[in-house]
């Protein structure tokens, strides 16, 4: 039973974009919490081409890319986590939750 | 299954995982024996790495199925000569870095969690050295990274915080472009297992993408020119085994998962322009590192720059992967080579800095002068980095300038050549302090320990000298795929 393919077109598409939307957050965004939803939804948006390429599958719904984002939905996770944290501990050292601007430190 | 033939024997590959991670648990839930725990660990995982890399050197390839699962469902541990050369590199170095620890943290409660962090990022890492296939290796790469960055973050202060953030979000952005070239060469083949996609993929649009969007990633962890910034600030500002790990250690497991996936899967991908693209981010890698190297005014800083020159020579893995046969074998050498000096510089330079209470390098003569066995173990480290004669850098440089000539790519030889006397112009800008007139002060008292081991190190670069040809052994049992 496999998932109309104008369908499965649009959870593909869908997920490119979030991703591209993604990236494009995080470079241009300078808050930290910002940066960090950015790399969320990146995260989602390959959450569901892998969705779509499991429903896209010959002979039913395969397995595997569920048991892959249930994987990466925790990797995700731990990795906001960390993320937050240390975005705390940079408020509170700097009295914003922002990155100076880059160059050669000194 | 192939892999049944393999099985004989002792079962190590599991155990270079377990036996760290366990080593990071009894850390934690101990943090007042820590180091304690921390150096058993070291010593058995070296042990075990040892045994590793004679097994594959005597049988081959080790293949395992955990607990009876075999590939298509189940997790395979997969050490053939390049995982095990780097496990054991990492062994080897880590074993360093802890008995400095002993000596740079003490006791102190930083250094508790140092221990459970470090091992952690060991377990990790030899984790992702196993690896068969490329959904595991995300997962341990984001393993990697945490421990990494949590370990940048324990310096603390406004200066680490903000590297360690920016180590973090620029290497999830690596992580998830990686990831979207999971997804893709899964897609497209069905597999996730590398010699199950080296088998399959072919030049077209999918695995293409797929190949652009996980190098690229895997590039901007590896820290290459252009996308070096975030290197300097979290190498340099993290306490001292901390930036030996990273520059030493970590930088290695990017580089070490692209040349895997090229090996392995993209074979077949011989995209035109691609070998001149990388070849000349790597020769501007290596000219704009030594530059900024011989300008800024810290000591680790300018160790720091020099990892982001040394980056530069491993891709000139593109250029020779397929004009030279054996050349990404030499490019392996040259990582370990330089995994073990860079180890030596970061830790000489950190038992310098703790001595003199900073480390403005122009201001570092009379600290020099005071700790001889360091400012020679700088030296000799510094030698290898540049690649004098008897040092595992020499020998490094000689074999990427022997293939790169053997294929006729006369331009990528001159890289290495001019490169080594950029590293020479930085290295004698290290030293430099130590050579001018005046009296020499010890500074603050340390553990005999953290000169002893920069030494050792630095006198294992002079061995790795006489490593050549058991490593290129090790190497040649390789699993290597496509022609499918």
């Known amino acids: ?106 | 299954m192939p892999s049944t033939a393999f099985m004989a024997d002792v079962i190590l590959a599991p155990w270079l995982v377990i036996v760290p991670l366990v080593g990071a648990l009894l850390a934690g839930l101990w943090p007042a024996t820590a180091r304690w725990w921390g150096l058993l660990t070291a010593l058995a995982t070296l042990v075990l790495a040892l045994l590793l890399a004679l097994q594959v050197h005597g049988q081959g390839p080790v293949v395992l199925a955990l607990g009876g699962w075999s590939p298509p469902l189940g997790i395979a541990l997969v050490a053939d000569g390049l995982a095990s050369l780097m496990v054991l590199m990492t062994a080897g170095v880590g074993l360093a870095i802890s008995l400095y620890a002993l000596g740079y943290l003490g006791g102190t409660a930083r250094g508790r969690w140092f221990w459970m962090l470090w091992l952690w990022l060991w377990a990790a890492m030899n984790a992702l050295y196993l690896s068969g296939d490329v959904f595991n290796l995300y997962v341990t790469l984001e393993l990697v990274v945490l421990a990494s960055v949590a370990l940048v973050a324990l310096a603390g202060g406004a200066a680490p915080l903000a590297a360690a953030m920016r180590y973090l979000l620029v290497s999830l952005l690596g992580s998830m472009a990686y990831l979207m070239g999971v997804v893709l060469l899964y897609g497209a083949y069905g597999t996730l297992d590398l010699q199950g996609l080296g088998a399959q993929v072919t030049l077209s649009a999918a695995p293409m993408m797929a190949a652009v969007l996980m190098t690229v990633g895997l590039l901007v962890k590896s820290a290459l020119f252009p996308l070096h910034v975030w290197l300097p600030p979290a190498h340099g500002s993290a306490p001292a085994p901390v930036s030996a790990a990273l520059s030493a250690l970590v930088v290695k497991v990017s580089f070490y998962l692209i040349l895997r996936l090229w090996l392995m899967v993209f074979p077949e991908l011989t995209l035109p322009g691609l070998d001149l693209l990388m070849g000349g981010l790597a020769a501007a890698a290596v000219l704009w590192g030594g530059v900024m190297a011989l300008r800024v005014s810290r000591l680790k800083q300018v160790v720091a720059y020099s990892t982001v020159a040394q980056v530069g020579y491993l891709f000139l893995l593109f250029p020779l992967l397929w004009a030279a046969p054996g050349g990404w074998q030499a490019v392996v050498f040259f990582a370990v080579a330089h995994g073990v000096a860079k180890a030596a510089v970061f830790l000489a330079a950190g038992t310098l800095q703790q001595a003199a209470g900073h480390d403005r390098l122009a201001e570092l003569g009379a600290v020099m002068r005071g700790r001889l066995k360091t400012s020679f173990a700088l030296g000799i480290a510094g030698a290898s980095l540049v690649g004098l004669p008897l040092t595992g850098g020499f020998i490094a440089k000689w074999l990427l300038v022997q293939s790169a000539l053997e294929a006729h790519l006369w331009g990528w030889a001159v890289v290495v050549l001019g490169g080594g006397l950029l590293a020479g112009a930085y290295v004698f800008r290290l030293l430099g302090p130590a050579f001018e007139p005046g009296p020499g002060d010890r500074g603050r008292p340390l553990p005999a320990i953290m000169e002893w081991v920069p030494l050792s190190l630095a006198l294992l670069t002079i061995a790795l000298g006489f490593a050549g040809t058991p490593a290129l052994a090790l190497l040649a049992r390789t699993l290597v795929g496509g022609g499918g």
């Open chain 1, 1 to 106: 039973m496999a998932t109309d393919p104008v369908n499965l077109q649009i959870y593909l598409a869908c997920g490119a974009l979030l991703f591209v939307m993604g990236v494009h957050a995080l470079v241009v965004r300078r808050h930290l919490l910002l940066k960090i939803l950015a790399i969320n939804i990146m995260g989602s948006g390959i959450f569901m081409v892998l969705l779509g390429v499991a429903a896209g599958g010959e002979g039913g719904v395969d397995p595997v890319p569920h048991a892959l984002v249930i994987t990466g939905i925790v990797v995700a996770l731990s990795a906001t986590a960390v993320a937050l944290v240390l975005m705390l501990r940079v408020k509170a050292a700097t009295g914003l939750a922002r990155l100076p601007r880059s160059g050669p430190e000194d």
